[in-house]
């Protein structure tokens, strides 16, 4: 008996902590059956929520998504600076919080909102002539990262509770890819002269993927079709024959779009993504032979 194909799409998992995200992969890659799994961005092992995956096909999907918007909702601590700006990481400086106001924290949260410039954690995944900026510190070499610009589109403060000499804050944070949640942590602490790192980290949306109906079991993981995925993610054009036809052979098309958007045949497969270029549409990647 042949074995059934694995059907190409995407995976929204609602990845647990304590798990890496390649440990997801792996899981996801042993409930499908096949290897060609990939994941769109990385979640640390604390965090938890949203994590995007390609199977088959749609790994190739993966890099053209648009998952430039992230939402969080996150714990702060503030009271104590770590080695990670986070729970995992070694206190290396506390001083008691308790006492500070609730408006005087408020208003240090949203000194945090708009376009600034971040410096990333130390322990981030960035390159650093060569080497990754986590495995230097981790090797104790001492990492100091350029600041760049993000864009904090909303933070919203929902809670503060005095524990000991520490005090907790719950925040919503709705930002730009590349923003550093622990970084908002590690500089509002800073800024209140008590220091601060991250106890809770849970991811509620990239871009138009969210919790809704993501995958809690990573033995039972469903695939949403390449086709439906596409269509979820990108403007979409059904095409006549003719048109699919010239698809499949990689030519462009007399289409009037103005971003990425998918084409689909008469069938509703899809086909490709098509962008913009010189008053017609041309392929940016092919899905179909």
Do not use: N, W
Request: proline share 6%.
């Amino acid at each position: 008996m042949a074995t059934p194909a694995v059907p190409s799409g995407l995976v929204v998992v609602d990845k647990p902590a304590g798990m890496t995200s390649h440990a997801v992969v792996s899981r996801v890659r042993r409930a499908v059956g096949t290897r060609k799994v990939g994941h769109a961005g990385t979640l640390d092992p604390m965090a938890t929520g949203v994590l995007v995956l390609g199977v088959e096909r749609a790994t190739r999907l993966l890099g053209h998504l648009m998952l430039t918007e992230k939402a969080y909702d996150t714990t702060v601590r503030l009271g104590a600076s770590t080695t990670t700006d986070d729970a995992e990481g070694e206190v290396v400086a506390a001083t008691p919080a308790g006492h500070l106001l609730p408006e005087a924290v408020v208003a240090a949260f949203e000194t945090q909102v708009g376009e600034i410039l971040q410096v990333p954690t130390a322990v981030s995944a960035i390159k650093v002539d060569g080497k990754r900026a986590y495995q230097r510190v981790r090797d104790g070499e001492q990492v100091e990262l350029k600041a760049r610009p993000v864009t904090v589109h909303a933070l919203t403060v929902h809670d503060q509770r005095v524990e000991g000499d520490f005090l907790d804050v719950d925040i919503t944070v709705h930002c730009s890819s590349g923003t550093y949640i622990r970084a908002i942590a590690r500089d509002v602490g800073a800024a209140l002269g008590v220091g601060g790192h991250l106890t809770a980290l849970r991811r509620t949306a990239v871009g138009p993927f969210t919790l809704d109906g993501a995958v809690t079991d990573l033995e039972q993981v469903s695939v949403t079709p390449l086709a439906d995925a596409a269509r979820a993610s990108f403007p979409a054009i059904d095409l006549d024959a003719d048109q699919a036809q010239a698809v499949r052979y990689g030519r462009p098309l007399p289409l009037a779009i103005d971003t990425l958007t998918g084409v689909f045949a008469p069938d509703g497969e899809f086909l490709a993504l098509y962008r913009p270029e010189g008053g017609a549409a041309r392929p940016a990647a092919v899905f179909v032979g």
